[in-house]
């Protein structure tokens, strides 16, 4: 196929439409748009849609994992450990919370962090491991569960909730993996806790927005923990805005000092429309990553894989290796392609190569692997406004920048 003409190309807008914009003018005009019925009719969908029994949302999925941090007692003296390859809300809620930061490399060629460093990682002060599902993949659990117990006999729990489990907590960031699938569960059922975000350029948005969710299967008093998070969420307060606002009811008790960090109706009720149209959005993700594969496939380049016998990706970011290029020449390609109006990004730069970390000790030479995987990717747009002919758009543009740039054909 060929395509003519130049066309611009965004890297990962918003997909709203006309009833997105009903729904949140209706919210304003009712009255109520702070936390109310539609976070909580959210809420219930989203545990629907998961299969899990609750679900919280919050203000972003940085609030959900640090929340979950805070409940699970971990702090001041405690390890968690996450990768050295995602963004950096996967560890700055560990600092958050006062508890020491432990990165682990990826494997070599692999996205994932490495499973048998996160073995040699866990000490006696290890209390979570944050796994990270990047681009919308489930990562190996089962390969993290293994782990997690094979040093069950290190784990020192602090107080009743870690007694429960008797072993390193697993905690996902599943920031890109709403509605992910893997060996016939869905994200959310399979992680200990699993935190997903919202933000404007997830699959799903609430423009900022999170959610956290828990399997049903680990003895956990569902209704005492999502009290908990109700509390933490809105200053250890004992009733929300719409409890207080019933006749006679203004009286309400502050049980601890929480945070600030819920979701609104307004932002709700745009999750609700966004939610009723999202297994469209996951297909129409799919069909441009088919057509972005097929092109691909006669270059000598490397592309994330979404789809597989017992997985499926939720189609959030297209992640293309390129062998045998550096840092400089990648950068080249992005500038190049943004001159075509094809703007491109990188997912992600290792936390250890930037400032805030090396000040906190690290090293990006202790993790090589996650340089290399960093210094050749690019990320390709992906979304739902593409249309087959953006798609194979994009792709000549960087065949031709390819071959001109490295010699790629």
């Known amino acids: 196929m060929i395509v003519l003409g130049r066309k611009h190309i965004s890297f990962s807008p918003p997909d709203i439409s006309r009833e997105e914009i009903d729904e949140v003018e209706n919210v304003l005009k009712s009255g109520w748009i702070t936390?109310?019925?539609?976070?909580?009719?959210?809420?219930r969908k989203i545990a629907e849609y998961i299969g899990v029994s609750k679900a919280v949302c919050l203000n972003s999925a940085t609030a959900a994992m640090e929340l979950t941090l805070r409940i699970l007692g971990i702090g001041p003296g405690d390890e968690v450990i996450t990768s050295a390859y995602t963004y950096t809300a996967s560890a700055a809620v560990i600092d958050h919370v006062g508890a020491k930061i432990v990165l682990v490399d990826t494997a070599p060629d692999s996205f994932e962090m490495d499973y048998s460093q996160l073995a040699d990682s866990i000490t006696e002060k290890t209390k979570a491991v944050?796994?990270?599902d990047l681009a919308g993949r489930i990562c190996d659990h089962d390969a993290i569960y293994q782990v997690v117990e094979s040093k069950k006999d290190l784990f020192k729990p602090n107080n009743e909730i870690q007694g429960l489990f008797n072993r390193v907590i697993v905690l996902t960031d599943s920031a890109h993996g709403f509605g992910a699938r893997r060996k016939g569960l869905v994200s959310g059922q399979i992680a200990d806790f699993t935190c997903f975000s919202f933000h404007a350029v997830k699959n799903l948005t609430t423009a900022e927005g999170g959610a956290v969710v828990w399997r049903n299967?680990?003895?956990?008093d569902d209704e005492e923990l999502y009290r908990k998070f109700m509390l933490y969420s809105l200053h250890g307060q004992s009733k929300d805005a719409l409890a207080k606002n019933q006749k006679g009811t203004w009286e309400y008790d502050i049980i601890n000092?929480?945070?600030?960090?819920?979701?609104?109706?307004?932002?709700?009720s745009l999750g609700l429309v966004q939610l009723r149209r999202y297994d469209g959005f996951l297909e129409r993700r799919r069909q441009i990553i088919g057509i972005y594969d097929e092109m691909l496939k006669p270059l000598i380049v490397q592309s994330f894989k979404h789809f597989g016998d017992d997985y499926a990706s939720t189609g959030h970011l297209y992640l293309l290796r390129?062998?045998?290029?550096?840092?400089?020449?990648?950068?080249?390609?992005?500038?190049?392609?943004a001159e075509d109006d094809i703007i491109c990004n990188v997912h992600?730069?290792?936390?250890?190569?930037?400032?805030?970390?090396?000040?906190?000790?690290?090293?990006?030479?202790?993790?090589?692997?996650?340089?290399?995987?960093?210094?050749?990717?690019i990320s390709l747009p992906l979304h739902t406004h593409l249309s087959d002919d953006d798609a194979v758009y994009v792709i000549q543009c960087l065949k031709k920048i390819l071959e001109r740039l490295t010699g790629i054909n």
């Not at 000092?257 to 709700?268: E, F, P, Q, S, V």
């Not at 062998?323 to 392609?337: L, T, V």
């Open 257 to 268: 000092i929480g945070y600030k960090c819920n979701m609104t109706d307004i932002l709700a």
């Open 217 to 220: 299967d680990l003895g956990l």
């Open 348 to 377: 992600y730069k290792p936390l250890p190569m930037f400032t805030a970390y090396r000040n906190l000790g690290f090293d990006i030479r202790d993790y090589p692997n996650a340089f290399n995987m960093y210094k050749n990717e």
């Open 130 to 132: 944050i796994a990270v």
């Open 35 to 43: 936390t109310g019925p539609k976070t909580k009719e959210f809420e």
């Open 322 to 337: 390129i062998p045998g290029i550096g840092e400089g020449e990648r950068n080249e390609i992005i500038k190049e392609m």
